[in-house]
């Protein structure tokens, strides 16, 4: 079954606390991409990454960190310094030929 | 970065209705991509557009790519209760100095319909 798996669907945190969210694709796409959504705010870009071992800022990447070691996986830190980390976050896909993303299911990420 | 204007915001139609919502931009795209979300999934891609003037359907969906390749448009026809949803617009550009081509997206466009 190919596509992008994003694990848990559902994640709490204390506040203070780091969390690492998954991202997995066996498309065997290039680039890989994480966003947050916010209710009425559409998608805002936190990171991308083109190639393995490479990883580019998006327009919130303060308080957010990613890895890019194998080319299924990006997973997605967001740290302690992130204000206001609660958010449904979503990573997706692109191979070098389509020109189109594919969109994981998602983690709500909750802290409390 | 680039901005998306996707209107309108909300749309509260009858089933079987028409629908029309569209995407405008203060830069040029050389790609314009549909999504519709679902509550508490991800998007899911609807139509993809790649050239200006392109005119795509999908089953009850049709997607214009706008000639100056600011713009475009997504109809959907004899509306059903399952088209509820987050309805996105998205086009590809480039940052100065990437060769990766990114998406910025519209808001979106929450649709109802109603029995």
């Known amino acids: 079954d190919g596509g992008i798996t994003q694990s848990p669907k559902y994640l709490f945190r204390k506040e203070g606390q780091n969390v690492t969210l998954s991202c997995e694709q066996n498309l065997n796409h290039d680039a890989m991409y994480w966003y947050r959504q916010d209710p009425g705010q559409g998608l805002r870009l936190i990171y991308y990454s083109q190639i393995v071992n490479d990883f580019q800022k998006g327009d919130i990447a303060e308080g957010y960190s990613v890895s890019r070691e194998k080319k299924e996986s990006f997973p997605l830190t967001v740290t302690s310094a992130q204000k206001n980390p609660t958010a449904f976050y979503l990573c997706a896909s692109e191979g070098a030929s389509t020109d189109t993303q594919y969109f994981g299911p998602g983690t709500r990420l909750t802290v409390l | 970065g680039q901005q998306l204007n996707q209107s309108p915001q909300s749309m509260f139609i009858q089933e079987g209705e028409d629908v029309s919502m569209n995407c405008t931009s203060s830069s040029i795209f050389n790609t314009w991509l549909w999504y519709k979300q679902d509550p508490g999934e991800g998007p899911v891609l609807l139509i993809a557009?790649?050239?200006?003037?392109e005119l795509t359907s999908n089953g009850r969906l049709t997607a214009q790519f706008g000639i100056t390749r600011k713009d475009s448009f997504l109809n959907i026809s004899a509306s059903i209760p399952s088209d509820v949803g987050i309805y996105f617009c998205a086009g590809q550009g480039f940052d100065r100095g990437s060769t990766l081509g990114r998406l910025y997206f519209g808001r979106g466009t929450q649709l109802t319909v109603w029995p």
């Open positions: 557009l790649y050239k200006a003037g």
